[in-house]
């Protein structure tokens, strides 16, 4: 399938894999670079060793996709520590492309640029644009409140369908040549087509891939969300406070809103002052595997997920649906 996405990254299906921290590993970046889309390490809150291990094995997994392997780093975490992204930019194997979300790109945009590597970065209101086109920015990615983990509170955030042809609009007026991605709530080919028609170039996949064979989320984690519909999750902060995650305003997180965050959802400022009954018991939790106190990190697409096949198999899927949906974008 072609788009201008997935011309200019040499893919077969306009779809990436979502930097997932610590579900986006060698193996699932591999399995999703092999299967024709770029398959984006989950670099995280930058640990330099997991990072150089992920690496290696995606490289030693898919050497012949190797040039749809990439990274994504948390970039306000890398304004404490950008080891990890330094590494990268080292290595002979140059990734295909390296995505920047949560904070502002552009002290890092210089080293990436000098490297040619594309820039991606993710965002979650249009004011947010400029900062991107000025660290130079190929990709964009249009992030709705919908998504798993991550993302903007819903105070300031914004929802897919309207975010994405808002950008849409806003590239083609500014700068027409970046090319533009929807994330959060696609899960299937009406999600892809939908974002298609939306004005988006292609999709950032997250939850839909979590849920897949090679992912690294726990399988009794993946066995949860599988049980739940997408009324089942909330965002809040209740899990950056009870994880000791110290994530600047004005972003929060989406999972299953299991007993603990039902417990602090509507009282996050008392979690905040006095956290320590509350973190012993998600850490307890977190122990025994019980998740109805630990955290499982999924957004809204998960009611529209059932299995957890090999990620070509989901590709594939998806891939066939949009097609069948909007049959002229058949290569
Ligand atoms: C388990 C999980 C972990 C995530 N970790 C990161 C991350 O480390 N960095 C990042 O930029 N986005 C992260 N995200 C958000 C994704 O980049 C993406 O915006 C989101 O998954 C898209 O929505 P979806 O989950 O509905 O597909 C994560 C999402 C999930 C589900």
């Avoid at 920015?137 to 914004?158: D, F, S, Y």
Wanted: hydrophobic residues 50%; contains cysteine; proline residues 5%.
């Amino acid at each position: 399938m072609n788009t201008r996405f997935s011309t200019a990254f040499g893919l077969t299906t306009p779809i990436a894999l979502a930097p997932m921290a610590l579900a986006s590993g060698g193996a699932l970046a591999a399995a999703c670079a092999k299967a024709g889309a770029l398959g984006l390490l989950g670099g995280g809150y930058g640990d330099l060793a997991w990072v150089q291990r992920e690496h290696a094995l995606a490289l030693s997994l898919s050497p012949d996709a190797a040039a749809r392997l990439g990274c994504g780093f948390i970039t306000w975490k890398l304004d404490e520590d950008a080891s990890a992204l330094d590494w990268l930019l080292d290595q002979p194997h140059s990734p295909a492309a390296l995505m920047l979300s949560f904070g502002d790109p552009r002290p890092y945009a210089a080293r990436i640029a000098q490297r040619g590597i594309p820039l991606i970065c993710q965002i979650q209101q249009v004011a947010q644009l400029p900062l991107c086109l000025e660290a130079g920015a190929a990709v964009i990615v249009a992030q709705g409140g919908e998504a798993g983990g991550h993302g903007m509170n819903a105070l300031n955030g914004r929802s897919t369908m309207s975010l994405v042809p808002e950008l849409a609009d806003a590239l083609a007026a500014k700068s027409p040549h970046t090319l533009l991605l929807a994330a959060g709530g696609v899960a299937d080919g009406r999600g892809l087509a939908a974002s298609l028609l939306l004005g988006a170039d292609g999709v950032l996949l997250g939850s839909r891939l979590w849920a897949s064979a090679e992912s690294l989320a726990s399988t009794a984690a993946v066995q949860a969300a599988l049980q739940a519909g997408g009324d089942d999750t909330a965002r809040s902060a209740v899990f950056d406070v009870l994880r000791r995650k110290n994530w600047p305003a004005p972003y929060d997180f989406r999972a299953l809103r299991n007993s603990l965050h039902r417990q602090w959802e509507g009282r996050v400022d008392q979690l905040r002052a006095a956290p320590d009954a509350a973190r012993a018991d998600y850490d307890a939790g977190v122990a025994a595997g019980d998740f109805n106190r630990a955290h499982v990190t999924v957004g809204e697409a998960v009611g529209l997920m059932h299995d957890a096949p090999p990620a070509a198999e989901l590709i594939a899927r998806i891939t066939q649906e949009t097609l069948r949906l909007l049959p002229a974008l058949r290569a």
